[in-house]
């Protein structure tokens, strides 16, 4: 038995918003990952099902390669590559679906186009503190994935049948992403009551694990190999690993969007290191991404200092100053914040 967990007031505003619109887009926030591809995707294929057209998946900059064998994900519009396309869309939606995001901060510089599209707005997320813009708010920062969301939503929406073999697929991808293949922030008894259910739609769990964890470059595994031996420092007092790379080191390993999934849980199966950072130069900014274990939140220090935030054990920062001055702001205010 699956729960209705959306409050079915909600549930009735979005139906009712889908039911006037035909033309729709669906928005991921940047450097979209798996649970952001799996969720808009697994919409794009339903909508479709309910027969909207146009439907169309708009995302800020380049997903990874690992995802592209997602059903549809050719038919992906990059906001980086076509901005004028993509604005076009958005001011002749009627509807936008904003997907595992919330905040238009989150989709750089797209946000001024989803801002001033006349569309209605439906937010399906489970970041903590969204804000106001959509007119239909789904937030749930419980739920494990966004992806989960989007399946509860159809689910509620009483079309759990019309959820065939792609849709699962997307929403399979997205829930076993957004977890680390179920490793953390999975216990939780109906989502394998979910994971049940798409299994049985025809789910193909071990082709999807491959697809996404098996098909890294050579040059991946070797960016991997030197970020381990060259570039991660221990703190043993507070339980914490830290691995930066500039752009220079990027360019040695022939770096492509997504050769960064995953790099900052390494250190996590170290004895005794409990948090990880992981900084990253990007064109005009620093990445960086905290992981944590337990009872040991990470999204309060990332929105403290480095304008960011998302669930306890997992979040995102950025910073524009040098990697320097950034490692020297980490360095003097970490071990007040993780013991």
């Not at 209705?4 to 889908?18: M, N, P, R, V, Y």
């Not at 729709?24 to 798996?34: K, L, N, R």
């Not at 959509?134 to 959820?163: K, M, T, W």
Request: negative net charge; proline residues 5%.
């Amino acid at each position: 038995m699956i729960s209705e967990t959306i409050d079915k007031h909600l549930i009735s505003a979005a139906c009712k918003l889908l039911r006037s619109a035909q033309s729709v887009a669906i928005v991921t926030h940047m450097s979209p990952d798996g649970d952001a591809m799996g969720s808009a995707l697994a919409m794009y294929h339903y909508l479709k099902l309910i027969g909207k057209d146009p439907v169309a998946v708009l995302v800020p900059n380049a997903f990874p390669d690992f995802l592209a064998w997602m059903p549809a994900a050719d038919q992906v519009v990059i906001y980086e590559d076509r901005q004028v396309e993509c604005s076009t869309i958005l001011s002749a939606a009627d509807l936008v679906f904003c997907v595992d995001f919330n905040e238009l901060k989150r989709i750089g510089k797209m946000a001024d186009a989803v801002a001033q599209s006349p569309a209605k707005k439906i937010m399906i997320d489970h970041h903590l503190n969204p804000a106001d813009f959509p007119d239909v708010i789904i937030s749930h920062p419980e739920s494990p994935s966004a992806s989960e969301l989007v399946f509860r939503f159809i689910c509620q929406s009483g079309n759990f049948s019309l959820v065939n073999p792609p849709v699962a697929q997307c929403i399979y991808t997205g829930m076993m992403t957004d977890t680390g293949n179920f490793s953390f922030n999975s216990n939780h008894p109906e989502m394998y009551n979910i994971l049940s259910e798409l299994v049985r739609i025809g789910v193909d769990k071990d082709a999807i694990y491959n697809q996404v964890f098996n098909t890294f470059s050579a040059d991946r595994m070797r960016l991997m190999g030197y970020c381990l031996y060259r570039k991660m420092k221990i703190y043993p007092k507070n339980h914490t690993a830290l691995i930066w790379l500039d752009r220079r080191e990027l360019y040695r390993f022939n770096f492509r969007a997504g050769d960064a999934e995953g790099l900052v849980n390494l250190p996590l199966s170290i004895k005794d290191v409990y948090y990880s950072v992981f900084i990253r130069e990007d064109k005009d900014k620093l990445k960086i991404s905290f992981r944590s274990q337990g009872d040991r939140p990470v999204n309060e220090y990332a929105a403290t200092f480095f304008n960011g935030g998302g669930h306890k054990n997992a979040a995102g920062g950025e910073s524009y100053n040098t990697m320097e001055q950034t490692l020297q702001c980490f360095e003097s205010t970490f071990e007040e914040w993780f013991k």
